[in-house]
């Protein structure tokens, strides 16, 4: 929570509409974005005021926004206008003030070491206060967003432009302001401009400020104006080349807005596929799978949790999936995940991996029989189970999986060898079979629509097991002595895991 923010939900009604919570610079700099000397900083308690404002304590500032006097919070205003601009004498008119500035004022420009410039303090706190919904609100009615667009037509300095677009992503978090905020002349436009800045903190701002309006009642006014070819590209372009962390959350989190919208989806999905949607996300999960996997092992990455997901978002979306299943790119990638050999670290990536594959196998069926000789890639699907047994949707996408891929298989012409090796495969994953099905029983009184999907992959499953446990037993027991290389035992577990699965009552 920033210094400064409302305890309660910062939107009107209480409603938690809003994913995003508005965002202060202290937090910005513990996400690694390049931060000066900006933020409210804890101050002691015998630390003055800046000279050239009203006091207001620290204490106050920081712990309870809503008793911070308002003359403070215009005074912080007036220090942000840019000298000599229109809206300079339009806020003074408004006050009743004449027209002044402090000497000490910076307009957020680099200075010497240890200077701190007076813009640049008064907009990382106004930055703070615009989470507070009575401080924005006040904010609003003293010319806040007049100030804010001329400072953004006029400066060249990144750090004024982040502190800007800080203060915006903070106001459009109060669903209250953002009609006001959208009709405002000349904002959209302008922000919407800022998207072919080249600094990775002013951008992580206008794609935490587009997702926070996405999610509100002027979506798609919003979304029509990021409709040209060439917004759409530089945004593109911007998730396939970013190397700062922090933009890319905010960049993906922008994206899955726009497909969690269903009156934005309508405007930009197909647009935004036009112009190399998938393309760009599954080049950026392969990149992301190679730097990962250089020393043979892939470590957590939040970033490759965000690029998951989104795909996984994406994967469930019709017109999508049936793209995602002609990439031989990221079946490729999908199946490096399943194989891996230690799945522990990564259950998260493997949740989502079968959720894709599960939604893009439906369109994708010339897929599965290359998928189902594959045996390390179903043996990696087995080592699966154990790690979804608590995710509903991941579980009941894997047994779906399995029934596509077991079913094909069981099918073909198997050599005496690849039988062999199949058989061994089940029998070496009984354990996780048996433990998982046996974990999830259900009361055939209360079965759901998703326990009946489910079934159906069990089934499925299971009768396509049988099929080849028979055909092997059936061949061993038909050579006799010739069988010598299979041992009693052998046989013995695969009769038992024959028997579970005909006798296994769903």
């Known amino acids: 929570m920033a210094p400064g923010a409302p305890q309660e939900d910062v939107l009107g009604g209480g409603e938690a509409v809003q994913d995003e919570a508005p965002q202060s610079p202290q937090e910005r700099e513990d996400a690694g974005l390049r931060e000066e000397d900006g933020g409210v900083e804890e101050a002691d308690d015998e630390e003055e005021a800046p000279s050239h404002l009203p006091f207001a304590p620290s204490s106050e500032l920081l712990d309870d926004t809503t008793t911070v006097d308002p003359s403070y919070t215009i005074s912080l205003i007036r220090q942000l206008l840019p000298q000599g601009s229109n809206v300079e004498k339009e806020f003074s008119v408004k006050q009743g003030v004449p027209e002044e500035k402090d000497a000490n004022y910076g307009n957020g420009e680099p200075a010497k070491p240890g200077y701190k410039d007076p ?55 109060h669903e209250s302001l953002v009609n006001a905020i959208s009709l405002h002349n000349g904002l959209t436009a302008t922000v919407v401009d ?37 917004i ?8 396939g080349n970013t190397l700062n962390s922090t933009l890319l959350e905010k960049v993906i989190d922008f994206l899955s807005t726009v497909i969690d ?9 197909q647009p935004l596929i036009k112009v190399g ?24 990455s939040d970033s490759l949790d965000l690029i998951l997901n989104f795909i996984e978002e994406l994967s469930a979306i019709d017109s999508c999936s049936g793209m995602m299943s002609q990439s031989d790119q990221l079946i490729q990638v999908l199946e490096s995940i399943v194989k891996l050999p230690d799945k522990f670290e990564v259950t998260s990536y493997c949740a989502s991996v079968v959720i894709v ?39 009941n996408a894997l047994w779906c999986i399995l029934a596509c891929l077991l079913a094909q298989a069981q099918q073909i012409d198997m050599t005496p060898s690849s039988l062999e090796q199949f058989v061994s495969l089940l029998l070496g994953r009984f354990t996780h079979i048996k433990d998982d099905l046996e974990s999830h029983r259900v009361d055939k009184k209360e079965l759901s ?40 035992s052998t046989l013995e577990d695969a009769t038992r895991l024959l028997n579970y699965c005909q006798n296994y009552d769903l």
């Open 119 to 173: 813009w640049e303090e008064c907009g990382c706190i106004l930055w703070d206060l615009a989470a507070s919904k009575p401080q924005a609100e006040l904010m609003m009615n003293n010319l806040v967003l007049e100030v804010l667009l001329a400072n953004l037509h006029v400066t060249q300095s990144p750090r004024v432009k982040e502190i800007c677009l800080g203060i915006l992503g903070n106001l459009a978090c």
């Open 277 to 300: 949607l998938i393309n760009h996300i599954i080049s950026l999960l392969a990149s992301e799978i190679e730097k990962l996997s250089n020393e043979g092992k892939l470590d957590r």
């Open 261 to 269: 919208n269903q009156d934005v989806t309508a405007i930009l999905l």
């Open 232 to 239: 759409l590209s530089r945004i593109l372009w911007i998730v």
């Open 357 to 395: 594959l599960a939604n893009i196998l439906s369109d994708g069926k010339h897929i599965v029989p290359r998928l189902s000789h594959d045996l390390p890639f179903l043996e990696g699907l087995f080592d699966i189970l154990p790690l979804v047994s608590d995710d509903n949707q991941a579980r």
């Open 449 to 488: 629509a998703e326990d009946a999907y489910l079934k159906h992959g069990v089934s499925a499953s299971l009768r396509a097991i049988c099929c080849v446990m028979e055909r092997w037993i059936a061949e061993k027991s038909s050579l006799g002595e010739e069988a010598a290389s299979v041992t009693e």
């Open 194 to 230: 800022q998207l072919f800045l080249d600094d990775s903190a002013c951008l992580s701002e206008i794609f935490r400020f587009l997702a926070a309006v996405l999610r509100t009642s002027v979506s798609v006014s919003w979304a029509e104006a990021l409709l040209p070819d060439e």
